[in-house]
């Protein structure tokens, strides 16, 4: 057992050590100096308050979609089509919003109830992949790719179409919502309180249900073996149809979140690709919830810190994604052949 942990560790810091190395090979490439744009991205991620604050803004929506990624890794599903449901969860909280923010009904209800509906436009997104799997016999792959294409195609129509500024269509979203509408921030910052713990309240739930509770334990034995657990009695589709749901509502709760405590109003990419960072960084870490939040925190700070390369040396700040990759790439190389290392270590200690 000790042979198999140094293992484990040896073959995980190989897989960061040559994620870094690959980074530092595409540096050089563009002729920059792989040492002075790590030093800046560090420097844009966590050179002050502000930027930290940044971070999480970031964070948040990456570590929610994670967690709901979390429950369909667990079952075996493979959730392509987070990013629609992120971007549903938006519409429906912009339309709630927009339906009632002139009711004269009390504001902190309104944007309680918009949230709550942002929930149930992930889930009903989620739910379509999931019909369209059981029923339609569509890999949720394809269906979730088809779904994601239609929800920004909606929010497009919304946006140029019924939704319009006054007078005018505009790429940059429909009217910003008044500030009694918005969730507050601390002050001097981006970030709201009530995200942050929302965001947290997510994983402790997310790491209960998967790790302490019957529901959980059953979605693990779908995940590593349907047929086994059919034949004790456990319902694959049912607990696969419940995963897309649980994990619709994670992505809808993110989305109305994008809404409500950040930009305020719905923008075309309302997601801004947190779905497949949130797929990223579910594969890094499967269903073990707790570790995703240092890797988010750490995908997110990339992409802070990352703003920093075109504007000190001129490079492009899409390296953050490439390094992002790269990790995650190279931990799934290594990871592989851990288990295969793992595996014969163990054949031949039974011979």
């Not at 920059?32 to 560090?42: C, R, S, T």
């Not at 990790?327 to 014969?344: A, Q, S």
Request: proline share 4%; with cysteine; net charge positive.
């Amino acid at each position: 057992m000790n042979h198999e942990k140094l293992i484990n560790t040896g073959f995980r810091i190989a897989g960061i050590i040559l994620a870094i190395a690959f980074a530092a090979l595409a540096l050089i490439m563009a002729k920059a100096n792989p040492i002075e744009a790590f030093g800046n991205i560090l420097k844009g991620a966590f050179s002050s308050d502000k930027k930290i604050a940044d971070s999480i803004v970031i964070w948040i929506p990456i570590i929610i979609t994670t967690c709901g990624l979390a429950i369909t890794f667990t079952v075996g599903l493979w959730n392509i089509g987070i990013e629609g449901q992120i971007t549903l969860g938006a519409i429906f909280t912009t339309w709630i919003i927009r339906l009632l923010q002139n009711s004269g009904i009390s504001p902190t209800l309104i944007i309680v109830v918009a949230i709550l509906a942002g929930i149930v436009g992930g889930m009903i997104w989620a739910l379509i992949a999931g019909l369209l799997k059981f029923f339609g016999g569509v890999s949720e792959i394809f269906a979730g790719l088809g779904l994601n294409f239609i929800a920004t195609a909606l929010t497009i129509y919304l946006i140029f179409g019924p939704w319009k500024r006054p007078g005018v269509a505009s790429m940059s979203g429909t009217v910003p919502f008044n500030e009694a509408f918005r969730l507050p921030n601390f002050p001097g910052l981006r970030l709201s309180p009530w995200s942050l713990i929302l965001a947290i309240i997510s994983v402790i739930v997310v790491f209960m249900l998967l790790s302490r509770t019957t529901i959980g334990l059953r979605m693990k034995a779908v995940g590593k073996n349907p047929k086994a657990a059919r034949l004790m009695g456990i319902s694959s589709s049912k607990y696969m149809l419940l995963a897309f749901l649980l994990c619709g509502l994670f992505a809808g709760l993110a989305g109305a979140l994008q809404v409500t405590a950040v930009y305020y109003r719905l923008i075309p990419a309302i997601s801004s690709g947190y779905g497949f960072m949130g797929l990223l960084v579910a594969m890094l870490v499967n269903y073990q919830v707790l570790w995703a939040v240092p890797i988010a925190y750490l995908f997110a700070a990339l992409n802070i810190g990352g703003i920093q390369l075109p504007i000190e040396m001129q490079l492009d700040s899409t390296l953050s994604g490439v390094i992002q990759s790269a990790l995650v790439l190279f931990y799934l190389i290594m990871d592989g052949i851990r288990k295969k290392l793992i595996t014969k270590l163990r054949e031949n200690t039974h011979e």
